[in-house]
């Protein structure tokens, strides 16, 4: 933009020249002319230069703010595919101190503002295990269904399988580029730990979670202006993932990891892993008894927001709020007891929903369509609700006798499944 210039000044006609004193009037009013022309210039000059430097989308991809601001102007008279670019607290406004400008552990700095940026699909570990170029398919197969985010497993123990001083990170970086690429946010669920790290007895974590919250804040490094979402292990209420489950035990792996990310990463976003559908059996640990558990041993204060796996299949979320006690309703109740703990403002993201289509207990196509449809539409009916991964894009293969293989969008071949189009209306 070129500064705006002061008009010229004509020359009195010799007629109206009366004298010292108008010449010094005049003089005057030119010198306040010139001023007031510079001081616009240089006003306007800072307005491009604010205009065009540069801020970070929820990628974390450098894009200019400049046609962010245009994106939104454009989007007011055409509707867009994509979401356009987010400002995030690493922008100008929030570096200036702008009251506008949302904090950190806030979901507008996510800009995650409608359902549709909220729509993500869950990979479980299938995505982290898959070849270079299953994964190149596979990340650019959920970008095109419609998805804004995927969730997938960074396992600790490929990164750093025999000590802390040995990384590989070629899994990890792999699947962030090919995010980049295709326009996909990354949620890194960090967990499995090592054999040196006590991962034997210790699952998800380590025996020692102080070796945890270490591993965690290389991530978070390394992945600053690439990965906002950190999820910190899957299930710690299930036997599955950690060898004893205890809240005790998780509340110090929050306290040790959440001040240590931050510091890594202020706009680093951290989740409270996945807390799983459980009962008080076999040393599993119910959602309710465990997240009261993490209050009462200090966690408060310590995670962004909570992940939840809700699953209800057979059933629709809204039948099992009313006749169930595990999946869908039991996350409405650790939702009420974050709100009496003071931490209403904290979101809960849902990084696994989903039902089989066939093995024992599965579903018909249908119904797993007719579950995720139901299953958004009340989720877009919270103001506390993050992302929503649906569990998952591709079934792990075609075994009759296990339900685990069923849950994709496409089969182990690649067809869609009637919950595809389901799923990729509801991303665009």
Same mark, same amino acid.
């Given at each position: ?73 454009? /989007?007011? /008279?055409?509707?867009?595919? /994509? ?346």
């Amino acid at each position: 933009m070129t500064p705006t210039q002061p008009p010229p000044i004509e020359p009195l006609p010799p007629a109206h020249r009366a004298g010292p004193r108008r010449a010094v009037v005049a003089a005057v009013a030119l010198i306040v002319v010139l001023v007031a022309g510079v001081g616009a210039g240089v006003a306007i000059g800072r307005e491009h230069s604010t205009s065009t430097s540069s801020t970070t989308t929820t990628t974390g991809v450098r894009t200019p703010a400049g046609k962010a601001q245009r994106c939104t102007k454009h /989007k007011r /008279k055409k509707k867009r595919k /994509k979401p356009c670019p987010a400002t995030t607290p690493s922008s100008t406004a929030a570096a200036s101190g702008s009251p506008n400008a949302p904090p950190p552990g806030n979901l507008a700095s996510l800009n995650l503002t409608d359902l549709h940026s909220k729509v993500g699909l869950s990979t479980g570990t299938q995505l982290w295990d898959a070849n270079a170029t299953q994964m190149d398919s596979e990340i650019s197969g959920i970008a095109s269904s419609g998805a804004k985010w995927v969730r997938t497993s960074l396992h600790w123990s490929d990164v750093e399988p025999t000590s802390a001083a040995h990384d590989d990170w070629s899994r990890a970086d792999r699947i962030v580029s090919d995010a980049q690429h295709d326009g996909v946010n990354v949620i890194f669920d960090i967990g499995n730990a090592p054999d040196w790290a006590g991962g034997a007895q210790a699952g998800e974590f380590s025996n020692n979670p102080q070796l945890y919250a270490d591993f965690a804040t290389k991530v978070a490094t390394r992945y600053r202006d690439t990965v906002r979402v950190f999820e910190l292990g899957n299930e710690p209420n299930h036997t599955h993932y950690v060898g004893t489950p205890d809240p005790a035990t998780y509340a110090t792996v929050l306290r040790l990891s959440y001040p240590a990310i931050k510091a890594a990463d202020p706009n680093a976003f951290v989740l409270v892993g996945g807390v799983g559908g459980v009962k008080d059996t076999g040393g599993d640990v119910d959602p309710l008894s465990f997240v009261r558990g993490l209050y009462e041993h200090g966690a408060k204060g310590y995670f962004d927001g909570l992940a939840y796996h809700p699953y209800t299949y057979p059933e629709l979320p809204a039948q099992e709020i009313s006749t169930g006690d595990r999946g869908w309703s039991r996350m409405l109740e650790v939702r009420a007891l974050m709100v009496q703990n003071g931490d209403s403002g904290k979101s809960i993201w849902i990084t696994e929903f989903g039902a089989p289509t066939s093995g024992p207990g599965g579903v018909s196509q249908q119904q797993q369509a007719a579950i995720m449809q139901n299953g958004f539409q009340l989720w877009n009916t919270y103001s506390w609700g993050g992302a929503m991964c649906w569990f998952s894009y591709e079934d792990k293969g075609n075994d009759p006798s296990t339900h685990k293989d069923w849950f994709g969008i496409v089969d182990s071949s690649g067809a869609h499944k009637s919950s595809y189009a389901t799923f990729a209306a509801l991303g665009r």
